[in-house]
């Protein structure tokens, strides 16, 4: 259905909602102009998204409570929408910048978002939710700090670093499109990037001469910095580590964590941490900082790794030598998820407000309603290769749910997203999930794939309370963390195993519940979750 009749009104109605939901908060405003400039990251010239001509784009600085203003002005040759990832939206999931909840930006157009982000702290990133543009950049860092007078359950760092990482192809993201479109799939990626930028020349058989690589400068003397570190990447899990150092985990989407030390930590793909990283080394020589491909055959992967150079500021000397080792779990499928288990709730730490984090009590909640969302390998659906979630493979209307539902047009989705995976053929359909208001959803995450998937709710952090290989049963209940399982936006899914969410539904509007990884996302791996209030 054509929307121009659709948006005059709609732009009324949205401006009577800004005036209402955003009184004496601060505002911060920014302005992106999005289009193509010409890269060279692995060595090859390419076309890339970037923002304000910077590859990636520039990182957004908010505090909690902020009033958001993002001008953004599409250069492109095709429609655009900004994702907010991990943002709640509250109060406002027409901001969402989701097919399902925003109308495209056309090229030469501008659109301007303005959210709040209310009672939110933490990491997270932007990025183009369209027409795979992911994979040729225009995203970057968002940040929200805490208010002055909540206290942050660590010292003030000497520094705040953003470190996006993510895998990376030389072709076009229009080429990759169109080889998902032919049924094909992406093959391996030709290199890691990390802040825009290829692998240092550590290897001179892997790594071809004059790539720019990403320097880190940092001061000695125990000084310590936050890192935030995020896999904005197409499909790949990778594992971050900085030669000699460790990382002290604090944060992740939002939520401060209890703090322990890893040498290493699995970083899927949508997933954002907050590290503590201390200059406590004596800079004999530069370090290395290495995020490199997982669960994959590595030796085949070797060229799929980032490296960039922690440089102290009296280093004395160039990095040389291997790169650090990789978890050694080639026979040890327990590994990654223990480590994934190990990361808790700080449920003492305050979190955007006073109160502590763990003053919320979710284990207590009786749940109102279940859903075990079931993903496999790619299928084909009437002569296309698809991908589904419990057998429906999801079509975007062409009017956004969240429009549709506003002017009360009927036909544009249907509510009947079923509860446990269909059992007879798969099938294409914009079918939505029907949440109850102020209800709380058990959802199980079934990975039947031989991958990693990783999973990501628009709207909402919820508690990630178990995770096991096998099939989830009623049995596997008795695993759960009632306590301080992790509160957070994504989470992975391993191959041959399941990842049980809570949710407490208290945020009205259309979100999108989604796998993160680039290609089965665009094949239809999705759906949406409608919570209206009755009253």
């Not at 543009?133 to 700090?145: T, Y």
């Not at 327990?334 to 919320?360: D, E, K």
């Not at 109102?368 to 002569?383: A, S, W």
């Not at 009947?416 to 959802?443: A, C, H, Q």
């Amino acid at each position: 259905m054509a929307l121009s009749k659709f948006l005059g009104l709609f732009l009324i109605h949205i401006a009577l909602l800004w005036s209402s939901c955003f009184a004496a908060d601060p505002f911060v405003f920014y302005d992106f102009e999005v289009s193509y400039i010409t890269a060279s990251p692995l060595g090859v010239p390419q076309q890339v998204i970037a923002i304000n001509n910077k590859f990636p784009g520039p990182t957004i600085n908010s505090t909690t409570n902020n009033n958001v203003v993002i001008n953004v002005r599409n250069k492109l040759d095709e429609s655009l929408l900004l994702h907010w990832s991990g943002i709640q939206q509250r109060r406002s999931s027409w901001q969402d910048g989701l097919p399902g909840t925003n109308c495209p930006i056309p090229p030469k157009w501008n659109w301007t978002y303005q959210f709040q982000v209310k009672d939110q702290i933490g990491s997270f990133f932007y990025f183009p939710s369209l027409h795979f543009q992911r994979a040729a950049g225009g995203f970057g860092g968002f940040i929200i700090n805490n208010r002055d007078i909540i206290p942050i359950p660590f010292g003030s760092p000497d520094g705040d670093i953003t470190i996006l990482i993510g895998d990376w192809y030389t072709r076009n993201h229009t080429a990759l499109r169109k080889a998902l479109d032919a049924g094909k799939d992406l093959g391996m990626p030709d290199g890691v990037l990390i802040n825009g930028k290829g692998p240092y020349r550590y290897n001179d058989t892997l790594v071809p001469d004059g790539i720019d690589y990403e320097t880190i400068d940092v001061h000695p003397g125990g000084k310590t910095y936050r890192l935030r570190v995020h896999n904005v990447g197409i499909s790949t899990s990778l594992n971050f580590r900085i030669q000699s150092h460790n990382l002290l985990l604090a944060e992740t989407e939002g939520s401060y964590t209890v703090q322990q030390n890893y040498t290493s930590l699995d970083i899927h793909v949508g997933q954002s941490y907050s590290f503590l990283l201390t200059t406590d080394q004596n800079a004999s020589s530069d370090y290395y900082i290495v995020a490199s491909a997982r669960f994959v055959n590595e030796s085949q992967w070797k060229r799929v790794t980032g490296v960039a150079i922690l440089r102290y500021s009296n280093s004395k000397g160039k990095a040389a030598g291997p790169l650090p080792d990789p978890p050694q779990d080639e026979y040890d499928k327990t590994f990654s998820m223990n480590q994934a288990r190990s990361i808790r709730w700080n449920v003492s730490a305050s979190g955007a407000r006073p109160n502590p984090q763990g003053s919320f009590r979710y284990g207590s909640i009786n749940v109102t309603e279940i859903f075990v969302l079931k993903n496999k390998p790619p299928v084909t659906i009437d002569g296309k290769r698809r991908t589904t979630l419990s057998g429906i493979s999801f079509v975007n209307p062409a009017t956004p749910i969240r429009l549709a539902d506003q002017f009360k047009v009927k036909g544009v989705y249907k509510l009947d997203f079923p509860s446990r995976p269909l059992t007879g053929p798969p099938k294409m359909e914009t079918s939505v999930i029907n949440g109850t208001f102020r209800g709380f959803m058990e959802v199980i995450l079934q990975n039947n794939d031989t991958k990693v998937q990783t999973y990501h709710l628009s709207g909402y952090a919820f508690f990630v309370v178990g995770m096991d290989y096998g099939e989830w049963s009623e049995n596997s209940r008795g695993t759960y963390n009632k306590w301080d399982g992790i509160a957070r936006s994504t989470t992975q899914v391993y191959p041959g195993a399941w990842t049980a969410i809570l949710i407490s539904l208290d945020n009205v509007g259309v979100w999108n519940l989604r796998t993160e990884n680039l290609d089965s996302w665009y094949l239809g791996q999705e759906t949406y979750i409608r919570v209206v209030n009755p009253e």
